[in-house]
């Protein structure tokens, strides 16, 4: 099959996004692409492969530089936004860049659903032709034809065999494990554009939640000695706080790796307080308890407190803990009707093609550009001063992150869903070569050869 050019597809956290990446990245080697997966924090190394088009993870002011370079030497770029079921859409609209002509730049916008890519369009923020409802890749692992895949993927991180019940939380900013408290807050100021009063108020709420969780944990795991737990806080958390917990408890397993999709198709249910965990939980069918005697206000997410199984207090949490595990707990039906509704407006078709429909977006802005351009670097800005200074901000912020990963990681996903009787996706057994080397030309260091180069195998 001929090559019909590259495509860099960006990561963001590669716990989080990669399999979904690599499904997308695999649709379109079955199609003739190249595609280059490069993590986010050195995406100036794909240059190296002199890409045709760009997949980006999001376009904010923090990344408008890279988004004029692209632009500035005649190359395209799609975004497929990381926070695809932003709770506040005014707050989505904040983060945005604030430059509309280069935003208007962007060939296609993918969105996880109509509800987000109907408030693009009537904020005026993108061009109705331009805006796309194809869902999220990752999640198309929680269709039943990829669930085991992911299941798979989990046993690596977690082995054990019996049914269990996983605690999660997400408490980042207030209690960070890549950088110091001070960077970190800096940084969520910085990338959430809210006031001081806001972030503040942000950040005791999740140091509320962080207690409660580990006190609902220590609870959960004395009450049903003979019952697994597992606690998965979010995997850029200080691990400290939960290390009390795992001396005590024989019974209680502490996960840091590997994407909760997997974690929660294993799970009996999941407990949690709020949070995009919550459709997860959905999504796996899986009933997801919120210990909701803990108030939130700036955490709130009212889709996702809708189709929670709210506990009033901890008794009660107890008393539906001790349903599901003697397999008893029937979810009430009006949340089953009303999760199928959000999560339709939220997550589009819950049929395992949202890589497809991403990867038919990209293809007709391919096919709408015009490769003859002259890929000039007169336009590019991003030489500026201030863009220097964004640029070397937006890096120190994931100064200590977890943005690596390898060709065997990017291997092992790949043969995780090839291994599946795939009838209903027969592109993804198309046969692809995967480069553990990444671009001849990487950066030093620990960043050299963190891109990973995905193409066609040629025909015998």
Request: glycine share 8%; aromatic share 10%.
């Amino acid at each position: 099959m001929p090559d019909k050019g590259t495509i860099a597809l960006v990561v963001d956290n590669p716990l989080r996004d990669l399999a979904g990446v690599v499904l997308l990245a695999t649709e379109l080697c079955s199609r003739g692409y190249e595609a280059l997966l490069v993590p986010v924090n050195i995406l100036s190394d794909a240059w190296a492969f002199d890409p045709d088009f760009f997949v980006l993870n999001y376009h904010r002011s923090i990344n408008d530089y890279q988004v004029r370079r692209i632009a500035g030497r005649g190359r395209g770029f799609a975004i497929l936004d990381t926070e695809g079921a932003y709770p506040d859409l005014d707050h989505f609209a904040s983060t945005l860049s604030s430059d509309a002509e280069l935003r208007g730049k962007a060939s296609a916008v993918c969105m996880w659903g109509g509800k987000m890519a109907r408030f693009l369009v009537e904020k005026g923020l993108y061009a109705p032709e331009k805006v796309r409802v194809t869902g999220c890749p990752r999640f198309d692992f929680f269709h039943p034809s990829l669930a085991e895949a992911a299941r798979k993927r989990s046993e690596e991180f977690l082995p054990a065999s019996e049914p269990f019940v996983l605690v999660t939380g997400s408490a980042a900013v207030a209690n960070p494990g890549m950088l110091t408290e001070e960077e970190e807050f800096e940084s969520f100021q910085r990338n959430t554009k809210m006031g001081l009063d806001w972030c503040t108020a942000f950040r005791e709420e999740q140091r509320g939640c962080l207690k409660a969780l580990v006190e609902v944990t220590d609870s959960l795991a004395s009450d049903f000695p003979g019952a697994l737990f597992v606690l998965r806080p979010h995997p850029f958390e200080n691990p400290a706080p939960y290390a009390p917990l795992l001396e005590k408890h024989a019974n209680l397993r502490f996960v840091q790796k590997g994407s909760i999709d997997g974690f929660v198709l294993r799970a009996k249910a999941v407990v949690l307080r709020t949070g995009t965990a919550t459709f997860e939980a959905a999504l796996g069918r899986a009933p997801a308890f919120s210990f909701a005697w803990i108030p939130v206000k700036h955490q709130r997410f009212e889709e996702a407190d809708a189709i929670l199984h709210s506990c009033a207090s901890y008794p009660e949490m107890r008393e539906r803990v001790a349903r599901v595990l003697d397999g008893t707990y029937e979810p009430p039906a009006e949340l089953r009707e009303k999760a199928a509704g959000i999560l339709r407006e939220r997550f589009h078709e819950q049929d395992g093609k949202a890589h497809v429909r991403t990867a038919d977006a990209i293809c007709e802005a391919l096919a709408r550009m015009d490769r003859g351009a002259v890929r000039g670097l007169a336009s590019l800005k991003f030489r500026g001063a201030a863009a220097r200074i964004a640029r070397r901000k937006f890096l120190a912020a994931w100064r200590g992150s977890v943005k690596g990963f390898d060709g065997n990681a990017v291997r092992g996903i790949v043969d995780g869903f090839q291994a599946l009787p795939l009838g209903d996706f027969p592109s993804l057994l198309a046969p692809v070569e995967i480069s553990p080397l990444g671009p001849p030309r990487a950066g030093s260091g620990i960043f050299r050869n963190r891109c990973v180069l995905m193409r066609p195998r040629p025909e015998p």
